[in-house]
């Protein structure tokens, strides 16, 4: 028997939105175009999690666009430049629609806006903050250990220099289907333990950090014939692990951590490491926290937030 | 007397698409949901450019959106989890249309997707090559200038700091419309004359880059009570114009050339010229140019690309 919001059971595909009450936005992204909401259908006491984004344009829809079944009004006018708004016909404007019902309370933090927080991290702040912050958390990198001892994600590699200390393993990052280069993301990953971040970085590393950037590339022109002025070439700081791995990813292709708040160009620590060998110990860096991350809360408790 | 394609002069507001034919597509962004296209009006021998861009939401419009209004239809179903195409009505999906007609060869260029390579430029890429591409080429400076002697643009000056050597404008960048801080985009521009890059600073300019720093936050925090852990402050290489300034946009805003291959945090610029006066004019740069850039002819001319 259909219910009052359209559906048959909880966990049933929806016929329609009649009756759904939105409660809250939860997140939303102007630039990508897509809003999180969590809501509830009619007298349901279930939350539910929302997820709209506009899709992007094909070029026969496009065209189906520029007809006469738009409603055009205009917003501006200046000799050759004109703004409109245009209004497509409904079956044109298709969005990507995810729901998630019932949703439970981690649903809702996922998909929550966190605060975040720009550090700024001197080489103080490292000692005193961050160190202690890397040694009290054991961190696995069990995983990484098992791709570098071949005992996962064999088939993935496409790359490997197998040198103790320069060498290093190529493979496609999860994010990248492989389908199209232009937007490529491969990782780099090193064989050689123990460096957990650029922090840990000094001129006896030079070597290693150049056989990555030079094979690297090599690797991704082998595989994929992209060559190295395609490629934005860099490292986190802070990593989402802590093993020192680096990211390749196409210069066409705005990739999500690739900004300049936390992603440094390896020709820019090779550069600096040039220049000075404890460059990474002495300076200061910056990155981004988020309020659900356990090195905010260490921030601050020491007052720098 | 309105014409087939619903204007009565060329360069009038048009009243609807209808007869336009799409020539070719010129670009497009899958992430930002734009496209550029090339088109006429039924039989003009005149171009037009169009570009389409899919609108944010807002909370009003999606509740609105989530109603029987909506057509949605199902993809895929897996317990909680459900994936949607849903079509809201015409009237809820506008689109930002700009278009530029009668369109010369430069705006079609413009506005095509155009190769990009990253050039890593050396110390002496950089005298050899850049410094006198940039010599060679006079570009006009007079509307900064026009800004900093206040004769354009008063009006949106936030804040000011007068000081000859040290002292700064501040002002709402032109991409952001203030509505929102969530995409703030402020801009400083430097008083002092003659800085033109990155590579024109040493150890001289770290009061006046220190300065930028500490009274661009305050003045943001002032006038927009964005605090200053939530900006991203940086520099760009190479810049758009060549008169110093600094970009502060907000950390939670993908901005547009805030990637790690253009922007330098300026906490990393004065970080740089404290451990070596001479880190801009000796280090290796790396920067992205287009083939349709001079000096991407310039770098080709050299055997660089």
Same mark, same amino acid.
């Given at each position: 028997v259909e219910?009052?919001?359209?559906?048959?059971?909880?966990?049933?595909?929806?016929?329609?939105?009649?009756?759904?009450?939105?409660?809250?936005v939860l997140n939303e992204?102007?630039?990508?175009?897509?809003?999180?909401l969590l809501g509830r259908f009619g007298d349901s006491k279930k939350d539910a999690v929302v997820m709209l984004e506009k899709t992007p344009f094909s070029e026969d829809v496009a065209k189906d666009m520029l007809?006469?079944?738009?409603?055009?009004?205009n917003v501006m006018h200046n000799d050759i430049y004109g703004t409109y708004q245009l209004f497509p016909k409904q079956e044109l404007n298709a969005l990507k629609t995810t729901l998630i019902y019932p949703a439970t309370e981690k649903h809702i933090a996922k998909y929550s806006c966190t605060q975040a927080f720009l550090i700024t991290e001197t080489a103080d702040d490292y000692t005193d903050i961050t160190l202690p912050y890397l040694?009290?958390? +054991?961190?696995? #990198?069990?995983? $990484?250990?098992?791709?570098? !001892? %071949?005992?996962?994600?064999?088939?993935?590699?496409?790359?490997?220099?197998?040198?103790?200390e320069q060498g290093f393993m190529v493979m496609p990052d999860m994010k990248w289907n492989e389908k199209l280069t232009e937007d490529?993301?491969?990782?780099?990953?090193?064989?050689?333990?123990?460096?957990?971040?650029?922090?840990d970085l000094t001129a006896v590393h030079l070597p290693m950090l150049k056989n990555m950037l030079v094979k690297g590339k090599a690797a991704i022109w082998e595989r994929y014939q992209v060559p190295g002025n395609k490629l934005r070439i860099y490292v986190h700081y802070m990593p989402s692990y802590y093993h020192f791995h680096v990211h390749f990813t196409h210069i066409n292709y705005n990739a999500p951590g690739s900004g300049t708040e936390r992603?440094?160009?390896?020709?820019?620590?090779?550069?600096?490491?040039?220049?000075?060998?404890?460059?990474?110990? +002495?300076?200061? #860096?910056?990155? $981004?926290?988020?309020?659900? !991350? %356990?090195?905010?809360?260490?921030?601050?408790?020491?007052g720098q937030i």
């Open positions: 219910g009052t919001n359209g559906t048959t059971d909880d966990t049933d595909v929806i016929k329609s939105f009649g009756g759904f009450q939105v409660t809250k992204d102007s630039q990508r175009k897509s809003i999180f007809t006469k079944t738009s409603i055009l009004k040694e009290s958390e +054991r961190f696995s #990198l069990d995983w $990484v250990y098992n791709i570098l !001892d %071949k005992k996962s994600e064999v088939e993935r590699i496409i790359y490997e220099d197998p040198d103790a490529l993301y491969v990782m780099g990953l090193v064989r050689k333990r123990g460096i957990r971040t650029l922090r992603a440094h160009m390896l020709t820019d620590v090779i550069n600096n490491l040039e220049i000075d060998s404890s460059y990474y110990r +002495r300076s200061t #860096l910056s990155f $981004v926290v988020r309020e659900n !991350d %356990k090195l905010c809360a260490r921030f601050q408790e020491a």
